[in-house]
Nanobody, 117 residues
Framework: QVQLVESGGGLVQPGGSLRLSCVGS????????MNWYRQTPGKEREWVAS???????KYFDSVKGRFTISRDKEKKILYLQMNSLKPDDSAKYYC???????????WGQGTQVTVSS
């Protein structure tokens, strides 16, 4: 069974940085398309960034130039480097594997990011 476990969240001041990690288990490597999403209470989950099978990356407009998605396929870790953080970035962040690669879509449990002074 595939599992994703996020870590790296926390409390950071505006303008600060965090690096989120998502460790996969139950798969030989993270070779497929993967996403980061985020969600705040009362709102729908929002797509943040993706990395394709070829390594092509895409970002939600509000995080372009500040966030970087990357991965280590063999270590089975997906990363999200977040710089110049803003209070609006506060949310629970989730890594995600779309359906079709390893079966049904798969979500981690999330890691909380709070940006506040």
């Amino acid at each position: 069974q595939v599992q994703l476990v996020e870590s790296g969240g926390g409390l950071v001041q505006p303008g600060g940085s965090l690096r989120l990690s998502c460790v996969g288990s139950g798969v030989p490597s993270l070779w497929f398309h993967m996403n980061w999403y985020r969600q705040t209470p009362g709102k729908e989950r929002e797509w943040v960034a993706s990395i394709g099978m070829s390594g092509v990356t895409k970002y939600f407009d509000s995080v372009k130039g500040r966030f970087t998605i990357s991965r280590d396929k063999e270590k089975k870790i997906l990363y999200l480097q977040m710089n110049s953080l803003k209070p609006d970035d506060s949310a629970k962040y989730y890594c995600h594997i779309p359906s079709g690669y390893i079966g049904p879509e798969t979500w981690g449990q999330g890691t909380q990011v709070t940006v506040s002074s």
